[in-house]
């Protein structure tokens, strides 16, 4: 059984632009949630999704948005990157958002020059 | 709000030495706990959880035990390998929801033969 996949492993951006990041969850999963890793910040939730439909976000800017599709890959946009948004970006995916158990893919590491 | 504090990295060992990461907590209700690790250049791995208090969660060796009392869930093991060299991250959730997690910094082992 494949793992979840977050394409693309690396990312280079300059401030101002946009960027899309792909994630597809362990089949048979529903539920798929966001996080941004940072040394300072450490891990903090950005958003999870459920069947297409975002069920809970954290604290972050209007800058930051994504959305699921009917086969429960995940996609996450940043737009208007600023340098602070350099961080790995970590997927990760669960059966139903309720069994405890998050499967996290490898990141996608994002580096706004 | 809820909370989790990690005792600070790097932790330095030589192999098979006692380990200790110790975690505490603030929180609401009745959260459940969970350490997870993260290996050079992956993702996040669940290592162990406990859902009640007094609960003791285990895997490869390692042990941490829900304390109530003291607002803990401190992690161990007995003997540590070189392969244990990995960031680990204390967490807690809503008990059956992984809808979003409240991670701690981390705190980096490492492990010399």
Known sequence: KAGVTQTPRYLIKTRGQQVTLSCSPISGHRSVSWYQQTPGQGLQFLFEYFSETQRNKGNFPGRFSGRQFSNSRSEMNVSTLELGDSALYLCASSATGADEKLFFGSGTQLSVL | ?113
């Not at chain 2, 990690?6 to 969970?34: D, H, K, R, W």
């Not at chain 2, 490869?60 to 991250?89: I, P």
């Open chain 2, 1 to 113: 709000g809820n909370s989790v504090t990690q005792m600070e990295g790097p932790v330095t060992l030589s192999e098979e030495a006692f380990l200790t990461i110790n975690c505490t907590y603030t929180a609401t209700g009745y959260p459940s706990l969970f350490w997870y690790v993260q290996y050079p250049g992956e993702g996040l791995q669940l290592l162990l959880k406990a859902t009640k208090a007094d609960d003791k969660g285990s895997n490869k060796g390692f042990e941490a035990t829900y304390r109530k009392e003291t607002t803990s869930f401190h992690l161990e093991k007995g003997s540590v390998q070189v392969s244990d060299s990995a960031v680990y991250f204390c967490a807690l959730g809503r008990p059956y929801n992984t809808d979003k997690l409240i991670f701690g910094t981390g705190t980096r082992l490492q492990v010399f033969p």
